[in-house]
């Protein structure tokens, strides 16, 4: 029998890793506001995608590390997972800690694809949502790979400054979603 947990981790590995997804600077330039209309829902500034894509960098070379410490400390403090793979939602940095620990530990050769990824301000210089897809391939054996394809939705939050590593950041996750795509049964 399968541990219940094994699909959740694989669908926030794939959340994780799509957080981290570069995306060609063509297709990430942003776009203005027709005139009479706000900002909401429009791309970032470029002053913005650069502080949002340090973020991204930082979780993906914590990602590629296995480095469940400098990964957690992206999310805010009172950040929540859910995930349609589980049953459960997880709530609060430390429980994220603890499920990238374990996740690295039972899976420490899985490999994540980017299809794509795209962000929209939700609220002025202070909420960003990114959609995204990706492809999780999680070892199982010794010669078989399950591919796990996934949307994602992670919301970015700004906040103040903080360390990670030797980067200085100021935005955080405050929320990840992610679920199984329903590709070609």
Known sequence: ????????????????????????????QPAQAPAGRSEVMMEPSADLLKEIDAARTAFAEAYMKHDALTLSALYHPD???????HPYWMEGKGSIERLWTYYFGAYPDAKMV???????????????VQYGTATM??????????????????????????????????????????????LFR
């Open 79 to 85: 950040a929540a997972f859910a995930g349609t793979l």
């Open 1 to 28: 029998m399968r541990h219940p947990v094994k699909p959740f981790l694989l669908a926030l590995c794939g959340v994780l890793l799509i957080a981290c997804a570069r995306v060609p600077a063509v297709a990430q």
């Open 114 to 128: 980017f299809w794509s990824s795209s962000l929209r301000v939700l609220s002025p210089d202070s909420v960003v």
């Open 137 to 182: 391939g999680m070892p199982e054996g010794r010669d078989r790979t399950r591919n796990v394809h996934m949307r994602l939705t992670i919301v970015w939050i700004r906040a103040p400054r903080y360390e990670v590593g030797s980067r200085s950041l100021q935005w955080r996750i405050a929320h990840m979603h992610g679920s199984e795509a329903p």
